[in-house]
């Protein structure tokens, strides 16, 4: 039992999957888990765990924003010892090519600040995905059937942004969507030897305008579910 984690020695499997928002953490769980026991309802950040073809299984809510997926995962890695930590989130389009409800696999993760800023200093780390594990999301993507993109994201650290030049600069040099943990999780994963990743649905679009319907939501995150437990058991 940690501070932010209230699960016994035990009830946390090595492998996590990591919504930002605890509701869907549930709904993973009753859809994807077998035998889901709630573990962690901390601060209302609810975690499960069960098995999924035979494999444990822990998803546990993160919270928004880089600060508070810290915490989590951080306790999940020195507390609960978990050793696979995979992102599960939406993520705003930044490309014309990349179309609401597709998935992207993030290879790396752009950010401008992180909560690891003060350990590296002048050092501007690259934060970047276990290949195995993008391999092997790459691989379940195809069979799922889903528009799949691999490549750069950005992680922020403010929802509402002001910046347009910014957002400018980073369609023109590739980066596919923005959402605001996976920087940190990559940085966390190296330091500790984990492996990491994140997979996202593209829930928005910034240059369309185009968002994903309410009653679209749920089979277009568990196509991302799908692909996330998958790759992490490949």
Known sequence: MTFHIGAKDGEIADTVLLPGDPYRARWAAENFLKDAVLVNEVRGMLGFTGTWKGNRVTIQGSGMGMPSLSIYVNELIKDYGA???????????MQEDVAVRDVIIAMSATSISTPSDTIFRELKFAPTADYGL???????AAKVGVGVHVGGIYSSDTFYD???DLTSEMT????????MEAAELYILAARYKRRALAVLTVSD????????PSDQREKSFGDMIEIALESAFA
């Not at 679009?205 to 994903?212: F, K, R, S, V």
């Open 83 to 93: 050793r696979t930590l995979i992102r599960i989130g939406s993520c705003g389009a």
């Open 134 to 140: 993008l391999e092997a999301a790459v691989g379940a």
């Open 162 to 164: 002001e910046r347009p």
């Open 172 to 179: 023109r040099h590739g980066i596919l969507g923005v959402e």
């Open 205 to 212: 679009h910034l240059i369309t305008g185009d968002a994903l």
